[in-house]
């Protein structure tokens, strides 16, 4: 049985009273999404700004109705079987929220006590511990950093010990030595069995610990597959070069541009030829030009290309 099952999960967002004095009937934030995440899968969901994933991890987390489709975990539908299917789910939201009235240790007593677990400090020591904050046990939740909030949060949605954990940009705003030591322990929890769904925007990240990936576009999954058939779909390399002027469009809208470093995708020697001769033709002066192997950046950009239309409103 698998873990999460997305069934045509289509969602619209009502249109606010101004909009639909202006006719607009609404945002289709998700149309159509169907997939499955089985038992131990480390599943990796991908997507630029507003397509969907958080929207659809609501969904599943029972926090927000489909407009149509169904949600279910191991078995359990979210809707009918809220409690069920809940129980199995430990969810990190994107959104920091928190009572600020409580220390590290309270806000865990809290949350365990919220899934009918009396005594159960030794597992929140060991979450405590194993997330670097043992020595913010007693720390008000106002008195830790933005980082170290994210840290409780990851920590709150695995006090009831979750088979399926569902981490929604765990690592914004989080320090380096921090994301290792959550990976290392996500990982684990992983090897031991947990199934992980998570969403974020380091796609080197993605790459190195997911086993299978979709990537949504505007709401619709436009890619389904083990991560390294993802990779393997890409063009195989990628000509790197820096310059101070502009692209034309043509050549723009396939790069990967980080101030004066620009990157594009070429299958080979040929295209490597042809892009150099597209760029003398262009006069964009190149310096520093060298080759690297293709990443997932590379496929997510290749994927994410294309018109860039306005968010599409329902139909
Ligand atoms: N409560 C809401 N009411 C109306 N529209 C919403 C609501 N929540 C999200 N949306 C819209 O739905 C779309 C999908 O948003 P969502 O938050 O799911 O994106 P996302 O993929 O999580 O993006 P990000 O990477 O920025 O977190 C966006 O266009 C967003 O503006
Ligand atoms: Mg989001």
Known sequence: MAAVSFQSVSKTYPPSRAQ???????????????????????????????????????????LSRPTSGHVSVHGFD????????????GIVPQELVFDPFFNVRETLRLQSG??????????????????????KADANMRQLSGGMKRRVLVAQALVHKPQVIVLDEPTAGVDVELRQT?????????????????????????????N??????????????RTSELLKSAASNVLRFKTDAELPWEL????????????????????????????????????????????LEDVFI????????PLEVAR
């Open 302 to 309: 290749d994927l994410m290309a294309g018109e860039q239309t």
């Open 20 to 62: 639909r004095a202006h006719g607009n009937p609404g945002l289709r934030a998700l149309e159509d999404v169907s997939f499955d995440i089985e038992e131990g899968e480390f599943f990796g969901l991908l997507g630029p700004n507003g397509a969907g994933k958080t929207t659809l991890i609501s969904i599943l987390a029972g």
């Open 114 to 135: 919220y899934f009918g677990i009396a005594r159960n400090d030794d597992w929140i020591d060991e979450l405590l511990a194993s997330l670097g904050l043992a020595d």
């Open 182 to 210: 959550l990976w290392q322990f996500v990982a684990r929890l992983n090897r031991e069995g947990s199934t992980v769904l998570l969403t974020t925007h380091y796609l080197e990240e993605a790459e190195a610990l997911c």
């Open 212 to 225: 299978r990936i979709a990537m949504l576009k505007r709401g619709r999954v436009v890619a389904l597959d």
């Open 252 to 295: 723009a809208r396939h790069a990967r541009i980080t101030g004066r470093i620009v990157q594009l995708p070429a299958q080979n020697a040929l295209e490597v030829e042809q892009l150099l001769s597209n760029l003398r033709q262009a006069g964009v002066p190149v310096e520093d030009v060298e080759m690297r192997k293709a990443d």
């Open 78 to 89: 979210v809707q009918t079987h809220f409690a069920d299917a809940r129980r199995q789910l």
